[in-house]
């Protein structure tokens, strides 16, 4: 009697729909439907948010992966976002990045900093301000500080075509530089940091016109792309802070640096429940091994008149760091200089 053999049923995996973003599509793949686990505004709509707390559809995740993938796509592997081998470190990155946006933005719902006008008083009453006015964030203010070598946006002190602020007031070029976006970037040198990266991208100059980050939800996400990788040593290696152990959340507001720092507790438990929605669970990745790198910056100088150079191997934040919070003139902090292995030639 001939034999039939049995039908094995061929199980089918779930189908992921592309994002343009492989790292993007592995994490999803693994865990799950990203956009709901990370519970944005849930449908695409205004292109724009020049103001007010009105930015429906504008965080969505529709529009962060279209951020992440078009800046993967023009970057190479060192400044990709989401550019970990491992899955899950890159399932957490992108939960400590969603999490602190959650908070920055006011829970999806803004993209311009709700600034006090000039005299310090909030129009929508007492509390309901940030802790920053019309006029603290200007280049002058940057340079009387001492904690910014760079105090300028691309050499400029105002952006050229001025700009409105939260509440649709207009205010002239010089008071343009305070916090926009989804991680709410703020100062003049830290637009210029990410100026080149965003002008490539998109062809927006954010130092003649900062507004532009809040036309456009892939420039809302891409601008605070940028300062994540440029600041996210700590979070890839852990720094001298001893609350701040690689891929920690702790580690994730060393990244963001918080002006207000009311809301840390909440930003952690949504990363937290991130992660959970995820089904990650056990200790975090040990840290990556510090690759030292020679930077392209010149004539280094702390904050507090220090040089720090030791001649034939190059200025040296990394390996004479001073103690004090200053930049190095490519705008890298001393600590995270020292925590990068960042080398600066002579």
């Known amino acids: 009697m001939m034999m039939i053999a049995a039908v094995v049923p061929i199980l089918s995996l779930p189908v992921v729909e592309s994002t343009g973003d492989p790292a993007l599509d592995a994490i999803a793949a693994k865990y799950g439907d990203l956009s709901s686990i990370l519970g944005m505004q849930p449908v695409d709509g205004q292109g724009s948010c020049p103001a007010g707390d009105n930015c429906k559809g504008f965080y969505t995740y529709s529009h962060l992966s279209e951020a992440i993938a078009n800046w993967n796509t023009r970057s190479g592997a060192d400044e990709k976002f989401l550019n970990d081998q491992d899955v899950e470190t890159n399932a957490r990155t992108l939960a400590a990045f969603v999490a602190n946006v959650k908070y920055e933005t006011a829970l999806f719902t803004a993209c311009k900093e709700r600034l006090k006008l000039a005299d310090g008083t909030c129009p929508a009453g007492p509390n309901r301000c940030s802790g920053g006015k019309v006029g603290d964030y200007t280049s002058a203010k940057a340079k009387a500080s001492g904690s910014w070598t760079v105090t300028k946006c691309n050499g400029q002190t105002a952006a050229t075509q001025g700009c409105t602020d939260f509440w649709g007031n207009t205010l002239d070029g010089e008071n343009c530089w305070y916090g926009r976006g989804a991680l709410q970037l703020s100062w003049p040198g830290n637009y210029n940091n990410v100026a080149a990266a965003i002008k490539t991208g998109s062809n927006v100059d954010i130092c003649d016109d900062p507004d532009a980050i809040c036309n456009s939800a892939t420039t809302a996400f891409s601008a605070s792309m940028a300062y994540w990788k ?22 994730a507001l060393q990244v963001v640096r918080p002006a207000d720092t009311s809301t840390n507790k909440e930003r952690e438990e949504q990363y937290v429940k991130y992660l959970k929605a995820m089904g990650i669970t056990g200790p975090a990745p040990p840290p990556k091994p510090v690759k030292p790198k020679k930077g392209t910056c010149t004539n280094i100088k702390c904050s507090d008149g220090s040089t720090g150079c030791n001649g034939s191997t190059g200025c040296c934040p990394y390996t004479d760091t001073p103690t004090g919070t200053g930049f190095c003139s490519c705008g890298t902090s001393w600590p995270d200089a020292r925590d990068s292995g960042i080398f600066c030639n002579a």
């Open 230 to 251: 440029l600041n996210e040593s700590p979070w890839i290696h852990g720094n001298s802070n001893p609350d701040c152990m690689a891929y920690t959340f702790a580690c």
